[in-house]
C-alpha cells in the first residue's frame, strides 16, 4: 500500500516536475550555448560590469569574471534560476497533503490500513523523487550543451553540483511540508515557505553588502548554496550538505510526528 501511494504521488506530480524539467533544460541549455561567447569576450563584459555598484555586483554574485565556469554557472543558474524552480516545485509538491485535506481526497488513502506514517513518507519520498529528476535536469542541460559548444565543464564537479542543487531542493521542500501538516493550509504554508526563501536571499544579500551584518549570511540557505568551488575545483561542499541535510532531516522528522497526532477533522 505505501508503494502504491508513493506510485500516485509521482503520477499526480508528472505534469508540474515536467514542466519545470522542461524549463530548466531549456533555459540552462539556451545559456550554457552563451557560454563560449561570453567568455571570448570576457573583457568586454568585465568592463561592462565594473559600470555597476560594488553593492549591486555583490548582491547577484558577480564578483570575479564570467569567463570562470563556477562563477558563469552560479550567476545564471545556482542563484537565479534554480532557487526559483526548487522553491516552485517544493512548495507545490510539498503542501498538497494540506490541499487533499481542503478537497477531502485525504480521507480516501487515510481510510485504507496504511499508517499515517508511511503515508506521509510517501508522500515524502515522491517529493525527493521529483526534486532530483529536476536537480539532473537542471544542471544536465547546461553540462551536455556546454560540452557540445566546447565549454570546458567537467562532468564530475556537475554532479557534485547537482547534488548541492538537490539538498537544497530538500531543505525547502521539509520546511514546507512541516508547514503544510501545522497549518492545514496549502496557500499558507505555501506563503510562509516563499517568504522564507525571499527572507534568506534578502539577508545574504545584506550580509554581502553590509561587512557590519556579515553574520546575516550564516542565516540564510543562499550562503550554503554556493556552486563556484564545486564547478571550478571539485570541491565536496560537505559542510553545504550537512547543513542542508541537517534541516531536512530533522524538518521532515517534525513533520511526521505532528501529522501522526494531528486532528484532520476540522
Do not use: K
Not at 549591486?56 to 543558474?77: Q, R, V, W
Not at 526534486?131 to 547546461?142: E, F, M, S
Amino acid at each position: 500500500m505505501t508503494a502504491a501511494t508513493f506510485l500516485l504521488e509521482l503520477r499526480r506530480s508528472r505534469s508540474l516536475t515536467a514542466w519545470l524539467v522542461i524549463v530548466g533544460l531549456a533555459y540552462g541549455g539556451l545559456i550554457a550555448v552563451f557560454y563560449p561567447t561570453i567568455s571570448s569576450n570576457s573583457a568586454v563584459v568585465d568592463q561592462y560590469l565594473a559600470l555597476f555598484p560594488r553593492e549591486m555586483i555583490a548582491a547577484f554574485g558577480l564578483e570575479g569574471s564570467l569567463a570562470d565556469p563556477g562563477i558563469f554557472f552560479n550567476t545564471y543558474i545556482g542563484s537565479l534560476l534554480w532557487p526559483i524552480l526548487a522553491t516552485i516545485g517544493a512548495v507545490l509538491i510539498a503542501t498538497r497533503s494540506a490541499a487533499d485535506l481542503d478537497r477531502g481526497w485525504i480521507e480516501l488513502p487515510l481510510s485504507t490500513p496504511i499508517p499515517r506514517t508511511r503515508y506521509l513518507g510517501a508522500l515524502i519520498a515522491a517529493q525527493l523523487a521529483a526534486l532530483a529528476i529536476l536537480a539532473a535536469a537542471t544542471t544536465g542541460g547546461v553540462l551536455v550543451l556546454g560540452l557540445l559548444v566546447g565549454a570546458p565543464f567537467e562532468a564530475g564537479h556537475f554532479a557534485l553540483a547537482t547534488l548541492l542543487a538537490f539538498a537544497f531542493g530538500c531543505a525547502v521542500a521539509s520546511v514546507t511540508t512541516l508547514l503544510a501538516v501545522v497549518t492545514l493550509s496549502r496557500g499558507t504554508a505555501g506563503g510562509i515557505a516563499a517568504g522564507i526563501v525571499i527572507a534568506m536571499y534578502l539577508f545574504e544579500v545584506v550580509a554581502r553588502i553590509e561587512p557590519d551584518l556579515a553574520g546575516l549570511g550564516s542565516l540564510s540557505a543562499f550562503h550554503y548554496l554556493e556552486f563556484v568551488p564545486v564547478i571550478d575545483s571539485g570541491a565536496l561542499p560537505s559542510t553545504d550538505l550537512a547543513v542542508f541535510g541537517a534541516v531536512s532531516v530533522v524538518s521532515w522528522l517534525l513533520a511526521v510526528l505532528v501529522f501522526r497526532g494531528r486532528d484532520l477533522v476540522a
